[in-house]
């Protein structure tokens, strides 16, 4: 019953109304994150995860990195049309290694530029191939701060993804314009002119500024996971992704749902009027093999199987 009560009124503030609740969301969602990287902070580091500084530099040149892709999947109508693109790792002695454990690595190493050079150039390579079989889909990357600044990657960028067979999106975190927003609000229009598409990933996740929010050329907004894994247990987190949808849909901004692992969150996000949904409910991030399965599949299936709860099965465990 909640999610049917939550609109309490902003509809008929207009954005000014909406804008006054966003600064006490935003309150509640840095310092629920606050709490959360105080505990990470005081976790001791694990040695095998430094060690692997020194084998990054040649990662790249060895192929030893990989991309997996998790789908997005329209919220009512059951549509997948595109996937987030993800970088994994698979060390030869290690074996497989998370992006927790090496990207900020490679942010301290100076090799994120490398890195998302190579992720853009793949992503485009899978894309096509991906095409070349009946699915279009637009392809999300994700775009580090500490390359999102630089004028020199951006004209790469652009140059790069001007050939790419379908639409690419970029994928920011909030904390990408801290570093030097000048150049990455000026980064950020440029691709936004070139029709790629910006995302905001992980909304919540950090400081949250509305002042920020109406800057960017952003036309996606995602929520962050650990408010959406509270959705059916937690009388706040309801209220809190209501007016973060309610927020987005003022400034022309779709909204997609991370991490939507069960059948109650999907059917309360629905009501909400959430637009995309991504999570383990609809798949695990899956190889390039696995999607082109996975998407044969929906295609076979009647229209309310693609609605259903029976995909997770079939994505791939390469995530």
């Known amino acids: 019953m909640l999610a049917l009560l939550i609109p309490f009124g902003l509809a008929f503030g207009g954005l000014a109304a ?21 505990s990470r902070e005081i976790a001791p580091a694990l040695p095998a995860v430094s060690s692997l500084a020194d084998d990054l530099s040649d990662a790249v040149t060895r192929n030893e990195f990989f991309l ?6 329209r919220a009512r109508s059951g549509e ?12 030869p002695t290690r074996g497989l290694i998370g992006p927790n454990d090496f990207i900020a690595l490679a942010e301290e190493r100076g090799e994120m530029r490398r890195l998302t050079e190579y992720v853009i150039r793949q992503a485009i390579v899978e894309q096509a191939s991906l095409a070349s079989c009946g699915h279009a889909l637009t392809f999300n990357v ?20 001007s050939a790419a067979s379908g639409p690419i999106g970029f994928e920011i975190t909030e904390t990408a314009m801290i570093a030097d927003p000048e150049g990455a609000l000026r980064n950020l229009h440029l691709f936004a002119d070139a029709g790629i598409k910006i ?8 400081l949250s500024s509305l002042a920020y929010l109406k800057q960017l050329p952003a036309h996606e907004l995602k929520i962050d996971r650990m408010f959406i894994s509270g959705l059916s247990s937690s009388h706040r987190d309801p209220l809190l992704v209501r007016s973060t ?3 987005a849909h003022a400034l022309d ?26 999570g383990f409910l609809i798949a695990m991030p899956m190889a390039l ?11 076979d299936a009647t229209p309310e199987a693609s609605l259903g709860f029976n995909w997770l099965g079939r994505a791939g465990r390469a995530g």
């Open 199 to 206: 995302a905001i990933d992980d909304y919540g996740a950090g």
């Open 80 to 91: 997948v049309m595109a996937v987030e693109t993800l970088v994994r790792w698979r060390h």
């Open 68 to 73: 997996v892709h998790q789908p997005k999947m």
């Open 245 to 247: 949808i309610d927020l």
């Open 289 to 299: 093999g696995d999607l082109r399965a996975f998407l044969d599949a929906r295609e």
């Open 18 to 38: 909406i804008g006054a609740v966003a600064g006490i969301v935003a309150a509640v969602l840095w310092r629920r994150q606050d709490a959360a990287r105080t």
């Open 142 to 161: 994700n775009i580090s701060a500490r390359v999102l600044p630089d004028r020199d990657f951006a004209e790469w960028a652009l140059a790069t993804v």
């Open 253 to 278: 901004m779709e909204v997609t749902a991370e991490g939507v692992d069960s059948p109650a969150a999907l059917a309360l996000l629905k009501v909400m009027g959430c637009d995309v949904i991504q």
